[in-house]
C-alpha cells in the first residue's frame, strides 16, 4: 500500500506564493511518477504537474512559467512551488503517484488552495 499526505495548501492573495508539499509513504517502488492534479468546483480534475524519478516534467500549459515542481529522492516527497498565482489557480490540489507495470494509481486526500482577488 502506498499512502500520500499533502500539507502546504491555505488562502492568498492573486500574485502570491504557496508551496505544496507531498510524503508518500509505503510500498513505493523506484520508478514511478509522482505530481499534482486539482480539481475547481464543477470542472473535471485535470492535471497540473508531473515528474517522473529520471526527473522529467510534465506541466499544464496555463501554470508553466509559474509553477515549478521537485522530488526529494531520499525524503520520497514532491514539491509544488506555485507563483504568481491567479483566481482561477483555487482548487483542491491532489497528489498523485504512478508505479507499477499497470500504472497504479495511488491519490492523497487533497489540500484546498484558495486565491482572491
Known amino acids: 500500500q502506498v499512502q500520500l499526505v499533502e500539507s502546504g495548501g491555505g488562502l492568498v492573495q492573486a500574485g502570491g506564493s504557496l508551496r505544496l508539499s507531498c510524503a508518500a509513504s509505503?510500498?513505493?517502488?523506484?520508478?514511478?511518477?509522482i505530481g499534482w492534479y486539482r480539481q475547481a468546483p464543477g470542472k473535471q480534475r485535470e492535471l497540473v504537474a508531473t515528474?517522473?524519478?529520471?526527473?522529467?516534467?510534465n506541466y499544464l500549459n496555463s501554470v508553466k512559467g509559474r509553477f515549478s515542481i521537485s522530488r526529494d529522492g531520499a525524503k520520497n516527497t514532491v514539491y509544488l512551488s506555485m507563483n504568481s498565482l491567479k483566481v482561477e489557480d483555487t482548487a483542491v490540489y491532489y497528489c498523485?503517484?504512478?508505479?507499477?507495470?499497470?500504472?497504479?494509481?495511488?491519490w492523497g486526500q487533497g489540500t484546498q488552495v484558495t486565491v482572491s482577488s
Open positions: 515528474i517522473t524519478t529520471g526527473g522529467i516534467t
Open positions: 498523485n503517484l504512478k508505479q507499477g507495470v499497470y500504472s497504479a494509481n495511488y
Open positions: 509505503g510500498n513505493i517502488f523506484s520508478i514511478n511518477t
